[in-house]
């Protein structure tokens, strides 16, 4: 990815040295040469991964949080308590 190549450069060990820093274009330009255009989408899996975890974890809580507002009456009045049948049940 270019933003980990990017950040991933070498800081010098001494003040006095100084390494010439490549920006994003030739970071991006180098990456797509050496490994081609999934070059560009490694580490995206575990990404993505995280995402489905933490996205599936926030539904759930806001779901048990919304089942235990109804369960104990803190709804709205139109709304009614889980377990009960509405009209024309």
């Known amino acids: 990815c ?3 190549g990017v950040q991933g450069q070498l800081i010098p060990p001494h003040a006095n040295e100084i390494i010439q820093k490549q920006g994003a274009y030739h970071v991006l330009k180098n990456l797509w040469l050496t490994k081609g255009f999934w070059g560009l989408y490694a580490g995206v899996g575990p990404s993505v991964a995280r995402a489905f975890l933490v996205s599936g974890s926030r539904f759930s809580a806001y779901e048990g ?5 109804r369960w104990s009456g803190l709804t709205s009045a139109g709304e009614s308590k ?3 049948e509405g ?3």
């Open 87 to 89: 009209p024309g049940a």
């Open 82 to 84: 889980v377990g009960e």
């Open 2 to 4: 270019v933003r980990a």
């Open 65 to 69: 949080a919304l089942w235990l507002c």
